[in-house]
Structure formats: structure tokens, C-alpha cells
């Protein structure tokens, strides 16, 4: 139903900058809330960042004022800016996007779902 795609995970040094995109592609009609997870080995999946159609955002603490979502909704396409990237930040990097059944009319039949791409590696050397 909803595919998505992430890309530009990387090796960075500490202090430096990444930008992760992710991208969706199939019924993107339903789609409303986007955002970033990640997962460090041994560690339980965080939600880093996320962004609500109407452009509020909510963001993790350990990441708040180092790192910045974006969203165009017309191409259903949502990215993170990551600046002053510390080795804590290494993980596994996962698009999301969920459907909602109030999104548009044609929504109001789907079974409300939460879609994750492939993810991303992010590693920060010290």
C-alpha cells in the first residue's frame, strides 16, 4: 500500500552533519503523520522526530536543537537534518509514516496502519 524509502546514512565524524531523505511511493493518499526512528544495537527503537501534516513537529531530547525535520507534502517525502552528530547517535535510521481515515474522503474506508522503510545506517566515529 505505502512504500518508503531512506537514503543518505553514512560514516561521519563526530561534530559533523548528515541528511537523511525518505521517500513514498504507492497509495501515499492517506498518509499523515511522518517522522524519524532509530535503533542502536541493544538498544529498544526511539522515535527521534516526527511531523504532523499541519507542520507541527515533535522531536526526541537527546536530539532537540541538533536536528531538524522537514516534510514536502506534495511529494510525501519527509527528511532530517543532523548537525553536531555524536557517536551516540550511531544507529540504524527508519523512516515512518502512518494513515489516517480523516485525511482525505477517499481514506475513510482503510484500515489505519503504520508503514517503516528499510532504514539507514548512521555511524559517528569519535
Known amino acids: 500500500q505505502v512504500q518508503l524509502k531512506e537514503s543518505g546514512g553514512g560514516l561521519v565524524q563526530t561534530g559533523g552533519s548528515l541528511r537523511l531523505s525518505c521517500g513514498a511511493s504507492?497509495?501515499?493518499?492517506?498518509?499523515?503523520?511522518m517522522g524519524w526512528h532509530r535503533q542502536a544495537p541493544g538498544k529498544e527503537r526511539e522515535l527521534i522526530a516526527a511531523?504532523?501534516?499541519?507542520?507541527?513537529?515533535n522531536y526526541a531530547e537527546s536530539v532537540e536543537g541538533r536536528f531538524t525535520i522537514s516534510r514536502d507534502n506534495v511529494k510525501h517525502s519527509v527528511h532530517l537534518q543532523m548537525n553536531s552528530l555524536k557517536p551516540e547517535d550511531t544507529a540504524a535510521y527508519y523512516c515512518?509514516?502512518?494513515?489516517?481515515?480523516?485525511?482525505?474522503?477517499?481514506?475513510?474506508?482503510?484500515?489505519?496502519?503504520?508503514?517503516w522503510g528499510q532504514g539507514t545506517q548512521v555511524t559517528v566515529s569519535s
Open positions: 515512518a509514516a502512518d494513515v489516517k481515515i480523516d485525511v482525505h474522503p477517499m481514506c475513510a474506508h482503510i484500515y489505519e496502519n503504520d508503514f
Open positions: 504507492g497509495d501515499t493518499t492517506c498518509i499523515s503523520t
Open positions: 511531523m504532523l501534516p499541519d507542520g507541527r513537529t
